[in-house]
């Protein structure tokens, strides 16, 4: 299989190999108007398999999405053929408008404008409380 090298553009890599469809649709990747490849179970001597996304043009992408959602991927950043920035995103500390509050007392279940924000408490097993009820998002 070729997959074509980019020019200008990002590439998501050590994905978790299975995860690269969910952060594309949560990402709004389709909504792009250039082209985007998404590499699944690719090999990998770190993860063993792996997923990877290129896209083929510079975006602002939500790191905070990326992290929550597998907090190991690298985002590569490609400028003339050359690799300008690697950034490797970890846990984000808060999340805002990625998850929403289940608890129906929360006040976001009534005051529709609030953002669903959450904070991390428990690193290890990714868990992260609502900041206005501190319930577990699940």
Same mark, same amino acid.
């Given at each position: ?66 992290? +929550? ?58 868990? +992260? ?10």
């Amino acid at each position: 299989m070729n997959v074509t090298p980019i020019t200008n553009g990002i590439v998501l890599d050590h994905i978790t190999a299975g995860k690269g469809m969910e952060l594309y649709n949560i990402l709004n990747l389709d909504k792009l108007d250039c082209s985007v490849a998404i590499i699944m179970n690719a090999d990998s001597k770190k993860l063993g398999r792996k997923d990877i996304i290129k896209i083929d043009s510079v975006i602002d992408l939500n790191f905070d999405v990326i992290g +929550y959602v597998d907090p190991g991927v690298t985002v590569n950043i490609i400028n003339d053929g050359k690799l300008t920035k690697r950034t490797k995103i970890g846990l984000p500390k808060t999340v805002t408008d990625i998850i929403k509050c289940k608890n129906p007392r929360c006040i976001t279940s009534t005051e529709q404008e609030l953002t669903h924000a959450f904070k991390l408490c428990d690193e290890e097993k990714r868990i +992260y409380r609502c900041i206005y009820c501190d319930s577990v998002a699940k």
